[in-house]
């Protein structure tokens, strides 16, 4: 089996002030133990580091140094993997987007399903009601 994680989750569990941190830390803490394949894909681990040290975002980020220590702890785990789009990704893409209207702020959200498909991952973790809209992918909200 594997999952990934959706980057409100690790935002979450780095934001002590949420309330939903505490789920979150131990959710992130549980697939980190594995030994299911934990998939952190590119767009992720880029937007953890965006938003976890963003003063805009957070009355009191992160430092780099703390935000990429908590990705170096999940990346360089045995059991980690990170997949990126292949030659035939615009492929996938589309398959994932058919039949729907694919705009703004849900383009983002199937570039992951897509990147999903492309490696196998069938279960992700968010409290992001949009990524529902996909076929083919088992989400699973850490906070209902």
Not at 13 to 37: I, M, Q
Not at 67 to 81: C, E, I, T
């Amino acid at each position: 089996m594997s999952a990934t994680l959706d980057v409100n989750v690790l935002l979450y569990a780095s934001d002590e002030s949420s309330s939903f941190h505490v789920r979150a830390r131990d959710l992130v803490e549980r697939l980190a133990r594995g030994p299911d394949l934990l998939y952190l894909f590119w767009p992720v681990v880029i937007g953890y580091l965006r938003m976890a040290t963003h003063s805009g975002i957070f009355p009191r980020p992160l430092s780099v140094e703390v935000a990429s220590a908590n990705l170096d702890d999940l990346l360089r785990l045995p059991h980690s993997r990170t997949g990126c789009e292949g030659d035939d990704f615009w492929d996938v893409y589309r398959q994932v987007t058919s039949g729907m209207v694919v705009k703004g702020n849900l383009v983002s959200d199937a570039h992951l399903v897509a990147l999903m498909r492309a490696s196998g991952v069938a279960t992700l973790w968010t409290h992001d009601r949009d990524f529902r809209k996909f076929e083919g992918i088992k989400v699973r909200d850490p906070f209902a």
